[in-house]
């Protein structure tokens, strides 16, 4: 009798689609085993937890076997910074079909917001939680606060930022098509201190050749140069820019190891003050999640801001939570990710 249980079992799972087996997921509407009821059942829970106060929940199981992982068990992430656009210029923008199509395919966070104008502030609170004090696009102002980088460090996690048109490593003078208050690495002494972090800021073009050759460690920042990132240029280029860059990423073993990329705005148009949170007011933005654990054409309708962005990010590597990122009322990331919330 034992032996043809462990028969019937064995059966069981060869009949079910290898994709079933420690998914994970189970939809909670729609069909069965429809994809359509999946993304339904993850946008109404959105919904329902904007109405009520709480960040919506997916329904999940226990794995029998996580995800491969890299060799020291680390989440692979890179989020990318663009710039200047609101929602409501990205999607549904005709002249944005890559960064839709990510909108189709993958998560899309509809109440993601800036947290204020200008540029720098946003770049400051998405590394450490905090804007520090700066309200402007400085140049030599000092924000020394801890980033997330230092506790990446202390983990012995690897980490890297690679930033457009930047003509040499740890660069922070002048260059065309180079923004130094897009790169807030600079703006922390300790770090500029430190010579292993600071060659740890790359020039974009050395991102393809470490990504060709899986040299990409486990947490990536990115910063396109200020007409590819559309501060400067328009939204066309900065979609055909991520169309390039993200199907390289996407194709690589890098990211087949349960990689996670996410895509945001530092500010929505200047003079657009819509917020919300813990007081964030640069904008309603549009921020992406893409990830093979995303249910397709997930949408989150929970506000998250900046701190938010860095609170998913720490929860991954479980770390933790800097400035208004320990705020849950900052949001998350994390629904999107089909993942539990217990410290997110």
């Not at 064995?10 to 994809?35: F, Y």
């Not at 910074?81 to 199509?101: C, D, K, L, S």
């Not at 905090?130 to 980490?159: E, K, M």
Request: proline letters at 7%; aromatic letters at 8%.
């Amino acid at each position: 009798m034992r032996s043809s249980r462990r028969l019937m079992l064995l059966l069981l799972g060869l009949a079910l689609p290898a994709g079933l087996l420690g998914a994970g997921v189970v939809a909670a509407a729609g069909p069965a085993g429809s994809r359509a009821g999946s993304v339904a059942a993850l946008g109404q829970s959105g919904r329902a937890g904007a109405r009520h106060g709480s960040a919506p929940t997916a329904t999940v199981l226990r794995r029998r076997h996580p995800p491969r992982r890299a060799v020291r068990g680390e989440p692979h992430v890179m989020l990318i910074v663009m710039e200047n656009h609101g929602y409501e210029e990205i999607i549904g923008n005709p002249t944005a079909p890559y960064m839709n199509h990510l909108a189709r395919r993958y998560g899309l966070a509809t109440s993601s917001y800036a947290t204020t104008h200008p540029s720098l502030p946003n770049y400051l609170e998405l590394v450490s939680g905090s804007t520090q004090g700066v309200s402007s696009d400085c140049t030599t102002c000092v924000a020394n606060a801890t980033q997330f980088v230092d506790q990446l460090d202390r983990a012995h996690i690897g980490w890297r930022a690679y930033m457009g048109a930047a003509p040499t490593a740890w660069f922070s003078g002048y260059a065309p098509l180079f923004d130094r208050h897009h790169d807030p690495f600079v703006y922390a002494p300790h770090v500029v201190a430190d010579r292993a972090e600071c060659d740890r800021v790359e020039p974009f073009s050395a991102f393809s050749p470490a990504l060709a050759h899986g040299r990409l460690p486990a947490f990536v920042w990115v910063t396109p140069d200020v007409h590819h990132d559309m501060h400067t240029g328009t939204v066309a280029q900065g979609d055909a820019w991520l169309r390039a860059v993200l199907t390289n990423v996407l194709a690589s073993t890098w990211y087949r190891d349960d990689g996670v990329v996410i895509v945001t705005f530092d500010e929505s148009t200047v003079g657009t003050d819509a917020g919300c949170c813990t007081g964030a007011g640069g904008g309603h933005i549009a921020t992406f999640v893409v990830s093979a654990r995303t249910l397709p054409g997930a949408r989150m309708a929970a506000p998250v801001d900046g701190a938010g962005i860095l609170r998913t990010i720490e929860a991954l590597y479980r770390v933790r939570f800097l400035g208004q990122a320990g705020d849950p009322r900052s949001g998350t990331l994390l629904p999107l990710l089909r993942l539990p919330r217990a410290r997110g």
